[in-house]
């Protein structure tokens, strides 16, 4: 299960579908618990992060009695170093070396997952596709009353939940979303978005960075408060801020098709053109050059199936490449990156 996983182009959960999944490219909620007996994994030995990850495998019997599907058990230590890479880049674990004790309880769609002793004793994690945080929510939270039921977490009544990461003491809720945002960067509106949307205590980062710069306009809106905010005040602010992005990039889609339909027609056809005929193609210039593909499939210009842009984000990944046959040359990954990309449009092209 877990090696179909991490070398399939998408993941099952990554079907296009949910609310505003024009713009929303996903949605995920991060819980994050400890267990009350063991001190916190930055300071504990490794025969407690043993024994953390020694109660966290038994939960797999429960895991599997939920009925959402069938949960398997890995040791992240096992894993070899492509394997840890491959699922960084599926966002399973973080893209760090895994430490002494660290493990994974995963669920066979990649929708649902618990990180064991990453920073924090259990991150409970689940993901689906477009606008879709009460989906997630209730996903997490069952995985969350599942566990408890049996584990003794870190909780005090004036705190909340207990984290090594005092920004998450409290609910220990992150909720989260992903969001394609062309129309906004070209109309130069971003900056204003991010000031507003800090002001609630949410944040705005961009998923692909060069220094200050934002590639493939891809950004992520996440919540940095916890404590004294309940986990309906999160959920409740961060849909309404992404009702209101979802609206404003419309908007902007449609002033530029307004403004200049045929310019605009002519860059994302030219962005197309380069990707389907290059022979070298390096990641950031990949990136920039998917974002006006899916702005192009979005808009009815390039007649290709949505989700190719997402299996070519996770295709045109380093981690993916090596599994590919390139070599750790420069020039070797740019080529099997071009190749890969052809391949890719030709083979979701309607």
């Known amino acids: 299960m877990f090696a179909e996983l991490l070398t399939a182009p998408l993941l099952p959960w ?10 929303v490219l996903e949605s995920r909620i991060r819980l994050v618990r400890n267990l009350k007996k063991y001190v916190f994994p930055g300071k504990a030995s490794a025969a407690e992060l043993q024994a953390v990850l020694t109660e966290a495998k038994a939960q797999v019997p429960r895991l599997q009695q939920l009925g959402t599907g069938r949960y398997e058990y890995l040791e992240l230590g096992k894993l070899s170093p492509a394997e840890r890479d491959l699922a960084a880049a599926k966002h399973f674990i973080a893209p760090s070396q895994p430490g002494t004790g660290q493990g994974l309880l ?3 769609d990649g929708a649902a997952e618990v990180i064991v002793n990453e920073g924090e004793h259990f991150i409970i994690q689940a993901a689906a596709a477009g606008a879709a945080l009460d989906t997630v929510w209730r996903t997490a939270l069952q995985l969350d009353d599942t566990l408890e039921s049996k584990l003794n977490f870190a909780f005090r009544d004036d705190f909340g939940y ?15 979303v992903t969001l394609h945002l062309p129309g906004l960067v070209t109309q130069k509106r971003m ?31 996440a919540n ?11 959920l409740t602010q961060l849909k309404k801020i992404v009702t209101q992005i979802v609206k404003e990039e419309r908007n902007c889609r449609q002033q530029l098709l307004e403004r200049d339909e045929n310019g605009l027609r002519d860059g994302v056809l030219r962005s197309y053109g380069i990707l389907s005929q290059a022979w070298l193609m390096e990641q950031e210039e990949a990136i920039r ?19 190719v842009y997402e299996a070519l984000l996770f295709l045109c990944e380093t981690a993916h490449l090596r599994q590919s046959g ?12 071009a190749d890969i990309i052809r391949k890719t449009l030709a083979a979701y092209a309607i």
């Open 162 to 176: 207990l984290t090594a990461n005092p920004a998450l003491t409290g609910t220990g809720l992150v909720a989260g």
């Open 224 to 234: 940095q408060i916890t404590l004294g905010m309940s986990e309906d005040d999160v």
């Open 289 to 307: 050059l998917l974002s006006d593909l899916r702005l192009g499939i979005d808009l009815g210009i390039i007649h290709e199936r949505p989700s």
């Open 106 to 108: 995963l669920r066979e």
């Open 326 to 337: 390139a070599g750790k040359n420069d020039d070797a990954e740019d080529r099997v990156r």
């Open 191 to 221: 900056q204003k978005i991010v000031q507003g949307i800090t002001k609630f205590g949410f944040s705005v980062c961009g998923v692909y960075c060069r220094g200050n710069t934002y590639i493939g306009n891809i950004f992520q809106i």
């Open 14 to 23: 990554q079907d296009g579908s949910g609310e505003a999944a024009d713009i």
